[in-house]
């Protein structure tokens, strides 16, 4: 009799590949089921319309949602295994990821490439959606090149598919972690975008819609993609992940925070009040999202209070897969009520304005301009305010702790540093940010005060001197944010931007492309642009001072000449720019100030020419304050030169004067030498 011994290796292999597919399998079915419960309940599943109204059909009605919920999905997953690789992962040297974090980008790139499908097939769903006709006929290159181009929910969507195929192609060819974080970066954008394209961009409160949305999927995506990525790294048994998911404790609890706080942003900017939650559709998906929420936060405060200590201990990776796996799972039925919520019709009903242009500037005319009112008025700026406090509480830490260790900083450069992010704040969210919209001196006057004002005070304020001071190195063989910022100091990208001719560019050529063209008139038109224009005129200016000013490090550390000389350059170019502004006998602008032109402004040209004044005197008062700024820094770096020399004089002996002066000698000996070799001797025989 023969006994055949049975082998049991490949059931285990089998049971893991089982698993891997199984359990996103399930995963994917929560969020599908939950999408649409949710739409059900809601009212806001696809119902076929009364005969002789435009009907999509069932495969638009139902295939549009399940298309976003995927490549939100997709989008989140890429965002998850590109924030392992960068920011997670154990690194190697010199910054290249390890085969741990190059397995995620390889995940990253697949999650990547499927976005891009699902953001294509989202495009063309769209359309069909919006004009009421079977996918077939949205599919009609005619109808595209009519109609796709022009509607903003289906730009968003070309521009995410994009981007998708961006980020699939560089994460694949990726090796380094600074080039995975910059990945991220582009990919959080894309994820994103659709957000400024939704729903709440109409809302009368779209600043603090449109914030609190960008701040929701960004915080959204980094918690719970960057939990996906632990949980596979658990499940797997990858190296380092202990130290990954302690590092990853400290994201979650800073993103779970901005998630909860713009949560209810959304629900504010959507609602009327809170009675809304029971008795309106929307408002019960908004219940049930809290509800989520409410149950996430307490599983993630089981794991770092009794998960995350014992994790190097027997069974402490599967406990950790075992419970990041039930949050992965409520936080896809999250996800799915939170795709649902953008198919609902909201409760809050929008009061209309008197006028088309009051629509245009999403509030009714303010009256006719004073000191008091600019300078003391008051409208919220969700975004810049929100930046402001956090800079300011940022750097004020940064000094408690430096004096906690009996470190000095000096009061002026803190002073300097909170009076900059003063003048911020009031740009763009007292009085003058109430006007510049409709009034084109008023933007001139906060463009001024934030390429100009705001970034010298900024850049006296050396936030990155105080951040390398302040922030502990990080353990050996890891990246945290000071190497961060050391790296950033010397990538090629930094030297790039910091190039003389590059920041001159910037700060002052660029004003001719944006205001003479119709580049302005387009980004005044919406929040969003007019958000990056403010964005770019403080980005550009702080660039520039950062490079003439010098007092933190820089990648190029230009002489005082060279720098004097780009100042000089600026105070030209600027001039240059302003002059024609204050002589045009036409308006600028003229699509956007002459369509929100309010009743007191009567002359638009008189009102260009009174800007171009501000932008030629106002502009020039901060570059001759640092001009005798600069001229002060370079007679103090001599001085402290020939200070330098003196004490080593004193140290030596003076050594080198008399090297100096021992080499003078010599040369001189050797000079007289070859005078006598060569003069001409006395003929005796004459």
Request: aromatic share 8%; charged share 15%.
């Amino acid at each position: 009799m023969t006994v055949t011994r049975t082998s049991t290796r490949s059931r285990p292999t089998e049971n893991t590949r089982a698993g891997r597919l199984l359990v996103p399998l399930a995963i994917g079915v929560v969020a599908v089921a939950t999408l649409v419960a949710s739409m059900v309940l809601a009212g806001s599943a696809y119902e076929p319309p009364a005969p002789g109204l435009p009907d999509p059909g069932a495969g638009v009605g139902w295939g549009l949602p399940v298309v976003l919920l995927g490549g939100v999905v997709a989008g989140v997953l890429t965002c998850g295994w590109l924030l392992g690789a960068a920011f997670l992962d154990p690194q190697g040297a010199k910054g290249v990821v390890s085969p741990v974090g190059r397995a995620d980008l390889v995940r990253a790139a697949w999650a990547s490439a499927v976005w891009a499908v699902l953001a294509v097939a989202a495009f063309f769903l769209t359309l069909a959606d919006i004009l009421g006709v079977p996918l077939s006929q949205a599919l009609s290159p005619d109808l595209v090149q009519t109609y796709a181009w022009e509607l903003p929910q289906t730009q968003a969507y070309a521009l995410v598919a994009l981007v998708a195929v961006v980020v699939a192609v560089g994460a694949a060819l990726t090796a380094t972690v600074g080039t995975a974080a910059a990945w991220l970066l582009l990919a959080l954008i894309g994820l994103a975008t659709p957000s400024f394209a939704g729903h709440g961009s109409g809302l009368g409160d779209h600043a603090l819609a449109l914030t609190a949305g960008l701040a929701h999927v960004v915080a959204s995506a980094l918690w719970v993609g960057g939990l996906v990525a632990l949980a596979l790294h658990a499940w797997r048994r990858d190296p380092g992940m202990v130290r990954s998911a302690r590092a990853f404790s400290r994201v979650a609890m800073v993103a779970v925070t901005v998630l909860a706080l713009s949560g209810l942003a959304n629900a504010y900017t959507r609602m009327d009040s809170p009675t809304e939650l029971l008795t309106t559709d929307y408002g019960r998906l908004v219940l049930a999202k809290i509800v989520l929420l409410g149950v996430l936060l307490v599983l993630a405060a089981r794991m770092r209070a009794r998960i995350l200590p014992g994790l190097e201990g027997p069974g402490g990776r599967l406990a950790f897969a075992k419970l990041a796996l039930v949050e992965i799972t409520l936080m896809a039925a999250a996800i799915g009520v939170a795709v649902a919520m953008s198919r609902t019709a909201f409760p809050r009903v929008e009061e209309s304005l008197p006028s088309y242009a009051e629509t245009l500037l999403g509030y009714p005319f303010p009256p006719e301009p004073t000191i008091a009112r600019v300078a003391l008025g008051w409208i919220f700026d969700p975004f810049f305010l929100t930046a402001s406090l956090v800079a300011a509480g940022l750097y004020v830490y940064g000094v408690a702790r430096l004096r906690a260790r009996g470190d000095r900083w000096p009061w002026g450069r803190t002073v300097a540093w909170l009076l900059g992010i003063g003048t911020v704040i009031w740009s763009t969210s007292a009085g003058i940010a109430v006007y510049a919209p409709a009034s084109f001196s008023m933007h001139m006057l906060q463009h001024m005060t934030l390429s100009m004002v705001s970034p010298i005070l900024l850049v006296l304020g050396a936030p990155t001197t105080l951040a390398l001071r302040a922030i502990r190195p990080a353990p050996p063989g890891q990246r945290g944010p000071r190497e961060w910022i050391v790296w950033a100091l010397h990538t090629p990208f930094t030297k790039f931007i910091t190039h003389p001719l590059w920041v001159l560019f910037v700060y002052t050529v660029g004003l001719y492309g944006l205001y003479f063209t119709p580049m302005f008139a387009t980004l005044m038109g919406t929040h969003l642009g007019h958000v990056l224009m403010q964005v770019h005129f403080l980005a550009a200016g702080y660039l520039f001072y950062w490079v003439v000013i010098g007092v933190d490090p820089t990648p190029r550390r230009l002489p005082h000449w060279a720098r004097l000389l780009l100042l000089l350059a600026s105070i030209v170019i600027h001039s240059f720019f302003a002059v024609p502004i204050m002589m045009s006998e036409v308006p600028l602008a003229v699509e956007w100030y002459g369509v929100v032109q309010p009743p007191w402004i009567t002359d638009l040209v008189a009102e260009t020419n009174v800007g171009g004044g501000i932008a030629w005197g106002f502009g020039e008062v901060p570059s001759l304050i640092v001009l005798v700024a600069l001229s002060v820094q370079w007679a103090r770096s001599d001085e402290r030169e020939a200070r330098r020399h003196d004490r080593k004089a004193d140290r030596d002996g003076d050594a080198d004067l008399k090297a100096y002066n021992a080499h003078l000698a010599a040369l001189a000996d050797r000079h007289e030498r070859h005078e006598r070799a060569t003069a001409p001797r006395d003929n005796p025989g004459r």
